[in-house]
């Protein structure tokens, strides 16, 4: 067993939908991308995520979260209870 200290996973929830990011994403790259589509016309973004290519609908109400959690740390997702709350009927 090696040394899981310092290894971490980032995760991207855009409107409610978590994204796993592969260690190579370059992050900050990937929220210029996002911060440039909210900013313009709804816009089409590319995640690539693991051995799979999701493309997300960017607009200026999108909610997005991106966060890192430490492999070692036992630490889950943050939970958004109020998002489970808000029921159009």
Do not use: C, K
Request: net charge negative.
């Amino acid at each position: 067993m090696g040394n899981t200290a310092g290894r971490t996973t980032t995760h991207i929830e855009i409107d409610g939908h978590d994204f796993l990011l592969p260690a190579t994403t370059d992050v900050a790259d990937l929220m210029s991308r996002i911060e440039a589509a909210a900013r313009s016309q709804p816009t089409f973004i590319d995640l690539a995520t693991g051995e799979t290519l999701t493309s997300v609908l960017i607009t200026a109400q999108s909610r997005v979260v991106v966060y890192l959690i430490r492999e070692d740390s036992g630490a889950e997702a943050p939970i958004d209870t109020r998002s489970a709350l808000d029921w159009d009927l």
